[in-house]
């Protein structure tokens, strides 16, 4: 088994990078709600300049409106989010106001988010990820799926007695195993490296 590469991480700089699993914005959000508060956190990568946010309250749902810049390309978003906090819609402008595009998020009785489908500008699905969890919430498998729904891909997940991710394992629509991540952590509990394997 050959080694690909080894990522050697700063106590809490991996975070965001980790939660991503195949969705394309490099954007993190958290909503804390606290009564009739609402506060919003958020973690951005790549991005040159600070993102400016909106937090909207409509009877029992949220809606924010963000904008940021990405290199030369400017973008804006508009969030929907449930009474519960979850975020179910996020529709992405285009500098002339067009939509460019839009996720649909779906949730589990536990908030866990069950579907996440990217809509293109015409309105087609596009893209379409599916998610399993286990007894404690973590996340165990994600399948991708094409503008056809047919499988493109699966990624596994295993998780120490602690719940902290050890392993992850991607694979391609024939269960052809592509490679292997695996992932240690320092004693404050923070992972401090992660290192790639070619199974073959």
Known sequence: MQTKGIIIFVSGLLIHAL??????????????????????????????SPEKKTLHRRASEISMSSSFSSGNQDFRYTCKHDDRGNKI????????????????????????????????????????????????????????FNSRNRLEGIRTYTYDANDKLIEANWFDSGGRHESRWTYQYSETGSINEISCYDPE
Do not use: C, F
């Open 89 to 144: 819609e996020e529709i992405r402008y285009n500098q002339d106001g067009s939509i460019d595009g839009r996720w649909v998020y779906k949730y589990d009785l536990r908030d866990n988010k069950i579907e996440a489908t990217w809509y293109n500008r015409r309105g087609r699905a596009y893209s379409r990820w599916k998610y399993k969890y286990d007894e404690n919430d973590n996340k165990t498998e994600s399948k991708w």
């Open 19 to 48: 939660s991503l699993n195949g969705e394309t914005r490099p954007e993190e959000k958290t909503l804390h709600r606290k009564a009739s508060i609402i506060s919003m956190s958020s973690s951005l990568s790549g991005e040159t």
